[in-house]
């Protein structure tokens, strides 16, 4: 097999699930299709070839795996959709919207006031239920093709990744960060 350079208009879609993008990814068939191809472009298969072709398949075997942690992570698949349709979302763009503001600034003070690990726990439960409703949000967000709400649910779903990487570092009387 001759190793090509990946296409500029190639999409992690069409290689890794071979369909049109779409926020629902079955995971266990992209774990099988992604383990496939990274057999088929591991750079050790292609280390006593020519260069070009061992470095081409280096490249594809980086391509292969960033598109696999792209797509296996809601967050991550929802900022390249909203990419590949243009409406980009920078990870550290400004909260604009006083609601999401009044959320963030609400849990800090939770996580802040936590004194014990049930606390905690319950935090983290709360947290887990708002990410899985926008999970679903987004998924019909998408489905309807309004990029504008898909944009907000992202931006929220970005948030409430920060809240878990909180909660999952908090210990009693250290200081809590949960970014915008």
Do not use: C
Not at 29 to 54: G, M, T, W
Not at 56 to 69: D, E, G, I
């Amino acid at each position: 097999m001759t190793v090509q350079p990946v296409d500029s208009a190639t999409t992690y879609y069409n290689v890794l699930l071979d369909r049109p993008p779409t926020f629902h990814v079955d995971v266990a068939r992209l774990r099988r299709s992604f383990l496939k191809l990274q057999q088929s472009v591991h750079p050790d298969i292609y280390a006593r070839r020519e260069k070009i072709e061992s470095r081409l398949a280096a490249a594809q075997s980086v391509w292969v795996n960033a598109a696999y942690a792209t797509l296996k992570d809601p967050l991550r698949r929802a900022r390249y959709l909203l990419r590949l349709h243009g409406r980009d979302l920078v990870e550290d763009e400004q909260v604009s919207d006083p609601e999401l503001l009044m959320e963030i600034m609400e849990s800090r003070e939770a996580l802040e006031a936590a004194t014990t690990e049930a606390r905690v726990a319950e935090l983290r439960q709360h947290n887990s239920a708002d990410m899985a409703r926008i999970i679903a949000d987004l998924g019909r967000a998408f489905d309807a093709g309004d990029l504008d709400d898909a944009r907000r649910l992202t931006q929220r779903l970005q948030y409430v990744r920060r809240v878990a990487q909180a909660i999952d570092g908090w210990e009693p009387g250290k200081p809590v960060v949960v970014g915008h």
